[in-house]
């Protein structure tokens, strides 16, 4: 994702929780998601080299890139 795609998206999105490298949106506004254009729920973006994330229930994930990061779209 290069970016403008990035930087439209984030601004659109409501900023939730930063944890170590990863820091999570909430699409309040039905965003599509890019991968699959069906509205996400969250967008996390993992920053750091290796991250762990511990999902609370099973989720369909989409993924991205922007500047060395992975994006995770989460659709429930
Ligand atoms: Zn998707």
Known sequence: MD???YNELVSS???YEEAGG???????VSLA?????EPFDDLVVCRD?????????VMDL????HDG????FTHQ
């Open 22 to 28: 990863v820091k999570t949106y909430t699409n309040t």
């Open 3 to 5: 970016d403008a795609a």
């Open 13 to 15: 999105l409501t900023p």
């Open 49 to 57: 080299e290796f991250d762990s994330l511990e999902l609370s229930k």
């Open 62 to 65: 989409c993924v991205s890139t």
């Open 69 to 72: 990061n992975v994006l995770l």
């Open 33 to 37: 998601c890019p991968a699959c254009e």
